[in-house]
């Protein structure tokens, strides 16, 4: 947060006013700030072109903050806990020390290139999000339904049921309704057509699928859907063509709001969620250790919404990490364990910021476009970025199908 907080700070703050046409007695920062940027006629681009680099500037050092914090983490599974107001300090400096290079080529050819691909990289990891968070929230729904059924008598639970089907359908109908605009606004050549098509069918498919599942969750269908729509959006919006694209005559300030909303929901999911680690490749070993004895009491949780294994029936609720019941030495043991295995995997927890990095870099520039009025300045930008957003919602969508397919493709096989 404190990285976004100074990347809106060098894009509207400082870039402002660092302009060759200012009185400014720091010619060198001036000159770095707008180094690149000449080629633009006009005072508005080169504004907008510095503006992006000071964005750039400011996730550079926030990416350089968290490559040598992962590499830290895996030699030392403890140092993302250690020497806090030390990494402060240090950050505070890489982004002081960006401010006197210059952009080109580092921030204007390299580290925009570097940003695009990671925020590729992103996309699929925030498939992963949506899909845990919503798998969760409606497995978590579904038990306080049950729950109230019991202990409330029938009917009860029926208000948690209507709340996540309207939660569904406020998903689905802004997803459709989205796509209408998009057809009635961006419809204007046959290439933003086609996006917008495969958008809404695979969406539909992909529904279809899932209801038709032995495990079906709307929500997740509905979740993946959203964000299939979301990046429909942003993939037409690069489009250079202006004919098909009234988003070129403005400042993309929806894009920008989206973009950072995301980011903020995939901070708060990384820094919060037990899952995180699991997800990006954490091996649980645990979860298969169940003890036999009823008495024990000791269950192991298989997922983030699973149940306590040995409790009665009255003890029955959602549970996190490890449940124990019964000796305390051991529930020191077991927890000293788990908390051994969540700093061993700490590295991959900031590799997922440097993505997420990534991606607030280029939501916040437009994936490196420079345009305004109506017209793109560098239009091969916004047709390559087109591309990269499209190719990865579409291999983000056919991911999703095939964890819906698989298991039908090929019975024999164990997804679990």
Not at 83 to 108: D, R, T, Y
Not at 143 to 158: H, L, N, P, R
Not at 283 to 300: L, Y
Request: glycine content about 8%; hydrophobic content about 50%.
């Amino acid at each position: 947060m404190l990285s976004i907080a100074i990347a809106f700070s060098f894009q509207y703050g400082v870039a402002p006013a660092l302009q060759p046409d200012k009185n400014n007695v720091i010619k060198e920062l001036v000159n770095g700030w707008s180094d690149g940027c000449e080629e633009f006629n006009s005072a508005d681009l080169q504004l907008q072109c510095s503006g992006h680099s000071g964005t750039y500037r400011a996730a550079s050092s926030a990416l350089i903050f968290f490559v040598l914090a992962a590499t830290a983490a895996y030699f030392k599974p403890t140092a993302n806990r250690e020497a806090w107001f030390l990494k402060i300090i240090f950050f505070l400096i890489l982004n002081v020390v960006s401010m006197f290079i210059p952009n080109e080529p580092l921030f204007g050819l390299i580290m925009v290139n570097i940003f695009r691909v990671g925020a590729v990289f992103f996309i699929f990891l925030q498939q992963i999000i949506f899909v845990d968070v919503a798998h969760n929230l409606n497995e978590s729904w579904v038990a306080k339904a049950d729950k109230a059924e019991v202990e409330e008598g029938e009917g009860a639970g029926k208000k948690w049921l209507y709340s996540l089907l309207g939660l569904c359908a406020i998903l689905f109908t802004g997803s459709i309704v989205v796509i209408g605009f998009l057809f009635k606004y961006f419809g204007g050549c046959g290439i933003n057509i086609a996006f917008i098509a495969v958008t809404l069918v695979i969406g539909l498919i992909s529904t279809a699928l899932q209801l038709m599942g032995e495990e079906a969750s709307l929500l997740t269908s509905a979740s993946v859907f959203s964000y299939a729509t979301y990046l429909c959006f942003v993939s037409v919006s690069q489009n250079p063509n202006s004919d098909c694209n009234p988003a070129l005559a403005d400042s993309n300030v929806v894009n920008i709001v989206i973009g950072v909303g995301i980011t903020i929901i995939s901070l708060l999911w990384t820094g919060w969620s037990y899952t995180a680690g699991t997800r990006v490749g954490e091996k649980v070993e645990k979860s298969d250790a169940v003890d036999d004895n009823a008495d024990t009491g000791i269950g192991i949780r298989e997922s983030v919404s699973s149940r306590v294994v040995g409790a009665d029936e009255n003890q029955v609720e959602a549970v996190s990490g490890i449940v124990v019941s019964t000796e305390k030495h051991d529930s020191i043991s077991e927890t000293e364990d788990d908390e051994l295995d969540t700093f061993s995997i700490s590295w991959k927890l900031n590799i997922m910021l440097c993505l997420i990095t990534c991606w607030y870099a280029v939501a916040l520039t437009a994936w490196g476009a420079v345009e305004i009025g109506g017209n793109s300045a560098n239009p091969s930008v916004g047709r390559v970025s087109m591309w990269m957003i499209t190719g990865s919602q579409w291999l983000m969508q056919m991911l999703y199908l095939w964890t819906l397919t698989a298991a039908k493709i090929f019975p024999d096989r164990d997804f679990s």
